[in-house]
């Protein structure tokens, strides 16, 4: 069974940090691109981030410079590294997965989704 499992959401001050694990089973992502995607209450999901099979990253502008995104191939994990957490950082985060030679890195391409987790930075 192909799946992606998220994990190391919860409460975060304004200022503070946490760091997203995707873990992948029944593939591997090796070859995949992998995306951050996060939806606020209200709100629509919008993409965070992405790295390619590569190592290619991009970032929303919104989280340039505070957000990390990496990957561990050996473990078959993504991380998203979240430094200088906002209230407007508030959200359930989900983890995706496309094959890597199909262009596009947004919400309405992606392939695999894991189920989400939440994310609340406030004080």
């Known amino acids: 069974q192909l799946q992606l499992v998220e994990s190391g959401g919860g409460l975060a001050q304004p200022g503070g940090s946490l760091r997203l694990s995707c873990a992948a089973s029944?593939?591997?992502?090796?070859?995949?691109?992998i995306g951050w995607f996060r939806q606020a209450p209200g709100k629509e999901r919008e993409g965070v981030s992405c790295i390619s099979s590569g190592g290619t990253t991009n970032y929303a502008d919104s989280v340039k410079g505070r957000f990390t995104i990496s990957r561990d191939n050996a473990k078959n994990t993504e991380y998203l590294q979240m430094n200088s957490l906002k209230t407007a950082d508030t959200g359930v985060y989900y983890c995706?997965?496309?094959?890597?030679?199909?262009?596009?890195?947004?919400?309405?391409?992606?392939?695999?989704w894991g189920q989400g987790t939440q994310v609340t930075v406030s004080s």
């Open positions: 029944g593939f591997s992502l090796d070859y995949y691109k």
């Open positions: 995706a997965a496309r094959f890597a030679a199909q262009a596009g890195c947004v919400v309405s391409s992606m392939t695999f």
